[in-house]
């Protein structure tokens, strides 16, 4: 009896999915409680857990050393729940029209404070997220902590074509760099097709996945401040850090054989709610507003490619 209440001490949140969902990263096999870790049936590979959230790595050079700031995480709060609730919970609507009577499974990939997570399962929905950063301190406000785990989208810790709807935000363009700048590494092409096809993997046919991020092609970036400037950062279009929507469409279609790739209106993704202590701050953001909303008329749907937009929303068809 003292075993048991151990472990029920240890991982209480993961108890309830253990079985029906998460895999070994490395061989893809069912997992079982092992005392105070989580153990593959297949390969015998032991992870741990970081305050009763599984670390699913292969590699734990595979975690995201980041620093934890409550500030901006409690900001990212704010932030993800304004995008769920004005632009992805009616795109879920849209995409899949019987989805209030069949519950859809969904990922969120790179899920940082995991604040959609937990609206898509107030939603109805089997959703689920992993981050490989340090976000468990915040994880513990969710309502739902048993559908989050610390893992590395290059190797996700789920069965094949399980999801309907992965999603991912401004995350490729952190997948292969050096360390939280815009550097990349030598092999950052290799690693964006891992992460790629393993979001396409755990896709099921007909399913969908949303990548939204920066454009590459225009040469003001709002989203990755860095800089003198303070409220932007300016750089070469040419810089391999971001993405373009035709780098999308080789990624997804050309080398991991997704169906079609489409460019979204940006209107509702972001609210601008951080709020610039100056005149000119508070009127940049609102004039980037307004920019997103005139570009995401459909008249101008042509230029969401183009240098004129900083910011894509890329929808993929498995």
Not at 103 to 109: A, E, F, K, T
Request: hydrophobic letters at 40%.
């Amino acid at each position: 009896m003292e075993t048991e209440q151990q472990v029920i001490t240890i991982v209480p949140p993961m108890v309830k999915h253990l079985e029906q969902v998460w895999r070994c990263p490395v061989c893809r096999s069912d997992l079982k409680l092992a005392g105070e870790e989580l153990q593959c049936r297949r390969c015998s590979r032991r992870y741990p857990f970081d305050a009763n959230f599984p670390v699913l790595l292969a590699d734990l050079e595979d975690r995201f050393d980041d620093e934890s700031e409550p500030e901006r995480d409690l900001h990212e709060e704010r932030v993800s729940a304004f995008t769920m609730e004005h632009y992805t919970l009616p795109l879920i609507t849209r995409l899949f029209p019987g989805s209030r009577a069949l519950p859809l499974r969904i990922l969120s990939d790179g899920c940082g404070v995991g604040v959609d997570v937990e609206m898509f399962t107030a939603a109805g929905h089997n959703a689920y997220g992993i981050d490989c950063g340090n976000r468990t301190w915040i994880w513990q406000r969710r309502s739902c902590p048993d559908r989050l785990a610390i893992a590395n989208g290059k190797r996700l810790p789920f069965p094949d074509e399980f999801f309907d709807f992965v999603y991912a935000g401004c995350v490729i363009p952190h997948v292969g760099t050096v360390g939280d700048s815009a550097e990349v590494a030598l092999d950052y092409n290799a690693q964006r097709l891992a992460f790629v096809q393993e979001m396409v993997r755990v896709t099921r046919p007909g399913g969908y996945i949303l990548h939204a991020t920066a454009n590459k092609l225009c040469p003001v970036d709002p989203f990755h401040i860095a800089g003198p400037l303070p409220w932007v950062r300016l750089h070469s279009p040419r810089e391999p850090f971001l993405l373009s929507y035709a780098d999308h469409q080789d990624l997804f279609i050309r080398q991991a054989g997704c169906k079609a790739t489409e460019l979204l209106p940006m209107a509702g993704y972001w609210g601008f709610l951080k709020k610039s202590n100056s005149v000119a701050g508070r009127l940049a953001a609102q004039m980037m507003g307004l920019h997103f909303n005139l570009l995401s008329a459909s008249w101008l749907s042509l230029f969401r490619s183009s240098p004129l937009n900083p910011w894509l929303i890329v929808l993929i068809r498995r």
